[in-house]
Every structure is written in structure tokens, then in C-alpha cells.
């Protein structure tokens, strides 16, 4: 796999984070290079001009126009944050000001680069979030596979910015040049959508790129049906918590139970927060946690672990996160601890599971036409 993005006589070295020495898949794509290409051929930036990075992948813009410019990048991902920081240090790149969703814009921005991202609700968020911060000289380059981009995306910069143009295909990437029009109202609009959960005492506050946010994910739907309950369980962890749903559920049924919610996006932690504060006025032992999988976590410290696992990383459908989760939630939990999980039949997660806790200790909770609930626990 290739590891070095040479362009003109600079060379970076990328890994994907976590790094994995036998990854087939690549730090950065032909929209990352499709920007550089572009603004090295046809652009005369400044030097010290500063600029915005949005959704950065694993730092492949963020080292690349660190080393003359001043640069911001924003990523909603813990992933991204932590491959950017090792990819900056690798390179030996000029220090570059990382922000999370949490964080708020700075203003005086000369040049925004955006990576599409894969939620429209977050795009529309962060075209907001540009507009309200930028200068009306500011502009503005995203980038995208060119089959998806779609009129009605380019209608969204123009809703939600002004007037905007497209280039030709590259590699099948496309870039949009856009214009922030500041002097033209815009409506302000709520960021995040609430909704009931149908059957349960649940209303949930999603940001715009929690998982699933418009509405509940059918896995989860299924899922808490078959939440156990049991006075013996006192550390609950939600891994890969979206929304947080199947915590605020769990901590319902085992209201004695410590929570511990974890996910890669900065979004998805703070509507868990959100919500759990919300159903519970006692959130003394509820802890909300951007990481990778349970990174760092104590072993033997957990009685339940819940995971609905993730099957992409960024854009590419993998399963070793889920993999990853799997054998962090072996070493998190208590001798005698259970995972409950839940995934599409055709993963086929009992065979990841049988390997990893054994043949005896995996049996199937639950089963409809599309789920499985498999439950794993500790020997
Ligand atoms: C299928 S969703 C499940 C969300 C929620 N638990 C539900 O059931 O609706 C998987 C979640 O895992 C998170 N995730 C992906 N990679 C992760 C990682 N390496 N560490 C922690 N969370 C991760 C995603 O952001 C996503 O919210």
C-alpha cells in the first residue's frame, strides 16, 4: 500500500490511525491530491494566509499547507485528530491549530478547503458555521467524488453561502468553488433535530453527525428490547454510543449502574451527554468519551458492554473496528462480564466473537430476519 504523497518535489509520509502494518488502505485520496494539484497550479496563495480545513481525513491537507501557512483544521473525528497530529510530527510540519465540532470557527479565515462530509445535516452545519465566521473576500474549495455531488449539493452552497461553480472531474473527484455572500440574511437554523423514541420513555437530541440521527437505527430498535437488567451491574459501557440511545435505555433498567459512553465523533459524544443528562437528574457516575474503541480503559473494570460496531472507517467499509472493539471489551470486563452485540446477520460477528472469547462462551440472545443479538462473556 502506498504510503508517500509526492507532489512536485515534496514528499509526505501518511498512515491511517490506528496504524495497522498491514493496512490496504491508503492515508489520503485523489480529492486530497485533486486541492493540492489545484491550488500549487492555480492559485497564488499567499504565504501566512490563513486557512480553514474541514474534515480533513488523516492530515494530508493539514501537512500539506502547514508548511506555509497559517492552518485551522476542524474534524468531528478523534480518528482524524489523532492521525493528524502523528502525520504533522512525522513530517516535521509546522504546528497547525486542531479544533473539534465542540469548538467554535476563528474569524479572519482567508481560505476555506472542505472535504465534503458524508451527512448532508452536517454540511449544511458546517456551510453555516462558514458563513456566520468568514469574510466576504473569503473563498471557499470542496471536494468530492464526482458522483457525489449532486445539483442539490451545489444547491446548498448556494443556498447557504452564494454564488457557486464546479471543476472538471479529476481522478472522479470534482472540486466547488464557492463564494461566501455576507451580505444576504440568513435564516437561523436549530442544529440539532430532536425526536420520541416510538414504545419507550426516550426523547433524543441528535447533532448533526451523530449516527443515525434523523431516526432510530433499526439495530438499535431491536436491540433494546433484549437489554438485560440485574442489580449486580455496576459500570455500563455504551462502545460506539451514537446518540447514546442504548445507554439511556440500560441505565433505565439498571438505574444503580455507573455509564460510561465512548465514540470516535466528537457530535455523537456530546448528544449522549446530552441525553443522558436529559432522562436523569443523578449523572454523577455518567461519563461521556471521545476515544478509539476503550483505548487506555483499566481492565477488568466493566460488567456489560454494549456494541452496536460501526463497518466503515471515514469512507471505507472495513471491520477492524469492530474487531478492535471486541477485544478491548475482553479486556474491560470483569471476569464473568458479558458483550452484548448486535449486527447484521450476513457479518458474521459470532465467528469474531467465538475466536476471541471462545466456542462456550458465545450464544445467540436474539434473532429476527435482519439482526442477531450475540452475547459474549468473560471466563
Ligand atoms: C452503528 S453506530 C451505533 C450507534 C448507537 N450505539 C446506536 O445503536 O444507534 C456505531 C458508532 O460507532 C462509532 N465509532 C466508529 N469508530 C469508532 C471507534 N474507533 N471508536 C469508538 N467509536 C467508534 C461511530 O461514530 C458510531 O456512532
Not at 466503515?312 to 471489551?329: E, G, K, L, V, Y
Request: hydrophobic letters at 35%; charged letters at 20%; one cysteine or more.
Amino acid at each position: 500500500m502506498k504510503n508517500e504523497l509526492q507532489f512536485s518535489d515534496r514528499t509526505l509520509k501518511l498512515s491511517r490511525y490506528p496504524y495497522r502494518s498491514n493496512d490496504s488502505l491508503q492515508a489520503w485520496d485523489a480529492g486530497d491530491e485533486y486541492i493540492i494539484r489545484y491550488t500549487e497550479e492555480e492559485m497564488s496563495l499567499l504565504p501566512d494566509q490563513k486557512i480553514l480545513i474541514l474534515n480533513d481525513h488523516f492530515g494530508a491537507l493539514s501537512c500539506w499547507f502547514s508548511q506555509h501557512h497559517q492552518v485551522t483544521t476542524m474534524s468531528d473525528s478523534f480518528l482524524s485528530h489523532q492521525g493528524i497530529r502523528r502525520n504533522l510530527e512525522e513530517n516535521d510540519c509546522p504546528s497547525v491549530r486542531l479544533l473539534t465540532t465542540m469548538d467554535s470557527l476563528p474569524q479572519h479565515i482567508d481560505f476555506v478547503l472542505l472535504k465534503l462530509p458524508k451527512i448532508n445535516r452536517h454540511l449544511i452545519w458546517q456551510l453555516i458555521q462558514i458563513r456566520q465566521n468568514l469574510s466576504p473576500d473569503c473563498q471557499v474549495i470542496a471536494v468530492n467524488k464526482a458522483r457525489e455531488i449532486h445539483t442539490s449539493t451545489l444547491r446548498l452552497f448556494e443556498k447557504y453561502l452564494g454564488h457557486t461553480t464546479t471543476s472538471l472531474a479529476w481522478k472522479k473527484h470534482r472540486l466547488i468553488f464557492s463564494a461566501p455572500d455576507v451580505s444576504t440574511h440568513h435564516p437561523d437554523q436549530t442544529q440539532e433535530l430532536t425526536w420520541p423514541v416510538e414504545g419507550e420513555s426516550i426523547h433524543l437530541i441528535n447533532l448533526p453527525n451523530v449516527y443515525s440521527g434523523e431516526k432510530l437505527d433499526l439495530g438499535a430498535r431491536f436491540f433494546l428490547t433484549h437489554l438485560p437488567q440485574d442489580p449486580k451491574f455496576k459500570h455500563i459501557i455504551d462502545l460506539g454510543c451514537g446518540n447514546g440511545v442504548l445507554a439511556v435505555k440500560a441505565r433505565q433498567l439498571n438505574p444503580q449502574a455507573a455509564i460510561t459512553c465512548i465514540d470516535e465523533s466528537f457530535m455523537a459524544v456530546e448528544s449522549a451527554r446530552q441525553n443522558l443528562q436529559h432522562h436523569f437528574s443523578d449523572c454523577e457516575n455518567i461519563r461521556c468519551i471521545a476515544n478509539n474503541c476503550l483505548d487506555e480503559f483499566k481492565g477488568n473494570s466493566a460488567d456489560l458492554v454494549l456494541c452496536n460496531p460501526p463497518f466503515h472507517q471515514q469512507t471505507a467499509i472495513t471491520d477492524h473496528i469492530a474487531w478492535q472493539m471486541f477485544c478491548d471489551a475482553k479486556h474491560v470486563l470483569n471476569k464473568g462480564g458479558q458483550l452484548l452485540v448486535i449486527g447484521n446477520r450476513h457479518l458474521g460477528y459470532d465467528g469474531k466473537l467465538t475466536r476471541i472469547f471462545g466456542k462456550t462462551s458465545v450464544k445467540t440472545v436474539a434473532a429476527n430476519k435482519k439482526f442477531v443479538i450475540l452475547q459474549a462473556t468473560k471466563g
